[in-house]
């Protein structure tokens, strides 16, 4: 971006990076609904209600980014891709169509020896208005709930532009009929994610977050061995990366002004805190910060699985990076002043790779849990109370480190 100057408020000093836990009685009424005992009415009544509250929660704990828990999702990625033209939800029985090494799906196979569920491109993609049924069903009930000067606090979340592509082997993330290469693919999928974020934004929506597994996995020196050997692939698999980044700036130069969006990066995390790769950011660390045109990264932190804080001497003037050092997997609740103290140290190596004051350093970071607290809807291993005092503590972490800032 040619701006130096940040976007601020969105994304505010603590931030929720996605989902927050179902509260039993929507979990039960959800699979109720799935056997066909429950009514599409009935379903919803249970979605608002939760909704209702883990909004209220949000704001107890002191967030100024209000989502809706992803509450109407099953899974982090939503309701978007499987309601495009083009896009079919069924299970690929050919397991040989998937890259076994790409971390997920190599997971997948070994825990449950299938790919899991499934959503693949059979024909062109198109985005009709009913692409935007269900995001605009989530945005406008937020909408209805809050009063109208929070409704630019609303974040959506969405899934990485790349995430129905990396996972099948070159030529089957789409007919060949209809696409010749990946190029003309991805000039589809950055059409219909602009359109979507035009109608998102004619609507009211100012706060996006992509979230991208798929970033990590390039961290992962294994993976890249393996995708560099698959003698299907047509490129190396940083050409690969490189490709992804292009969409996401492609799409860039066309968001709607005044838009905040985001790329939230992690390494997995599936039912019960499960996670899919390892590797520190350094491998893609220049690219990502230097080449990402996007406002605000959110970063995982919290383990030694993604690195210590020295990759973000690549960080850009008028980019921010939202730091997960509050673990969203474990109920072992982090310490206030160690936590205080690692964000300082991520400060300073902002601070020197951009050659400014640590003060100046730290007006570019913010504090999040790691991840949400259930990208998939059974959610992660720790309790109700656990995910409060994890909220709690992100709030008082960001009071110590910029007090009075939201
Ligand atoms: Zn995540």
């Not at 836990?21 to 056997?35: A, D, F, I």
């Not at 790769?277 to 996007?294: F, S």
Request: net charge negative; with cysteine; aromatic share 10%.
């Amino acid at each position: 971006m040619s701006s130096s100057t940040a976007h601020r408020d969105p994304p505010f000093r603590v931030e929720q990076v996605g989902s927050f836990l179902r509260p039993e009685y929507l979990l039960e009424t959800r699979h109720r609904w799935e056997e066909k005992k429950a009514s599409g009415e009935e379903l919803r009544k249970a979605e608002d209600k939760a909704i209702k509250e883990i909004v209220k929660l949000q704001q107890d704990c002191g967030f100024h980014g209000i989502n809706d828990g992803e509450y109407r999702r099953h899974m982090f990625w939503g309701t978007f891709w499987e309601n495009l033209g083009g896009m079919v939800t069924s299970p690929v029985t050919d397991l040989q169509a998937f890259r076994h090494y790409v971390p997920d799906v190599k997971a997948l196979l070994q825990n449950v020896h299938s790919t899991g569920e499934t959503i693949s491109c059979r024909g062109k993609l198109t985005h009709t208005a009913a692409a935007s049924k269900d995001n605009l069903q989530q945005l406008h009930y937020l909408q209805e709930i809050l009063p109208k000067e929070e409704h630019c606090n609303i974040k959506l979340t969405f899934p990485a532009p790349s995430w129905f592509h990396l996972r099948f082997r070159n030529g089957h993330a789409y007919p060949k009929d209809v696409y010749k290469s990946d190029d003309e693919y991805f000039a589809d999928v950055i059409q219909v994610y602009e359109k979507e974020l035009q109608v998102l934004y004619d609507h009211g929506l100012r706060s996006v977050q992509f979230d991208d597994p798929n970033i990590c996995y390039f961290c992962n020196t294994e993976m890249i061995e393996e995708f560099n050997k698959d003698k299907s692939n047509n490129c190396t698999a940083d050409e690969l990366f490189d490709k992804y980044i292009e969409v996401y700036n492609k799409i860039m130069t066309k968001v709607p002004k005044g838009m905040h969006i985001g790329v939230h990066l992690c390494r997995g995390n599936f039912a019960k805190s499960q996670h899919f790769t390892e590797g520190a950011y350094d491998r893609i660390a220049a690219r990502l910060l230097r080449n990402l045109d996007v406002h605000t990264l959110y970063l995982e932190f919290d383990t030694e699985r993604a690195g210590g804080f020295e990759p973000l001497k690549h960080l850009v003037a008028g980019k921010t990076v939202i730091l997960g050092v509050i673990s969203s997997k474990f109920p072992e609740l982090e310490d206030l002043n160690e936590t205080v103290a690692r964000i300082r140290e991520a400060a300073k190596w902002v601070a020197k790779g951009r050659g400014v004051s640590e003060e100046e350093a730290l007006d570019q970071l913010g504090v999040s849990p790691q991840c949400g607290f259930a990208s998939h809807s059974s959610g992660n291993a720790i309790t109700w109370d656990d995910m409060v005092a994890k909220m709690k503590l992100v709030r008082s972490v960001a009071d110590k480190v910029w007090p009075g800032q939201p």
